[in-house]
């Protein structure tokens, strides 16, 4: 088989770029987590070019039927609905 090879040079750089990619997004994360701890306990930001700031997501509760149909599935849930706590008794 002859033609182009894959040169030893291309396979160093592709290795010194996995490993340089690897350190930094370790170092990304190490710096995400302790910006996020530093917002989480009030601290303010430096003012200057770049802000930070917590995404706040509003959570609406589950209502309760799905949440049992969910984990214990529509029998279940059907037979609590009818006979209230008595099902509850006689299945566990």
């Given at each position: 088989?002859?033609?182009?090879?894959?040169?030893?040079?291309?396979?160093?750089e592709?290795?010194d770029?996995?490993?340089?990619?690897?350190?930094?997004?370790?170092?990304?994360?190490?710096?995400?987590?302790s910006?996020?701890?530093l917002?989480?306990?009030?601290?303010?930001?430096?003012?200057?070019?770049?802000?930070?700031?917590?995404?706040?997501r509003?959570?609406?509760?589950?209502?309760?039927?799905?949440?049992?149909i969910e984990?214990?599935?529509?029998?279940?849930?059907?037979?609590?609905?009818?006979?209230?706590?008595?099902?509850?008794?006689?299945?566990?």
């Open positions: 088989m002859t033609g182009v090879r894959i040169t030893q040079q291309e396979l160093r592709i290795f770029l996995q490993r340089e990619v690897s350190e930094k997004a370790k170092r990304l994360e190490e710096l995400k987590s910006v996020k701890a917002l989480l306990a009030k601290m303010a930001v430096e003012f200057g070019r770049f802000d930070a700031q917590l995404l706040r509003i959570a609406r509760h589950v209502p309760w039927k799905q949440a049992v984990g214990l599935g529509v029998t279940f849930a059907d037979a609590f609905r009818t006979h209230g706590k008595k099902i509850l008794l006689t299945m566990y």
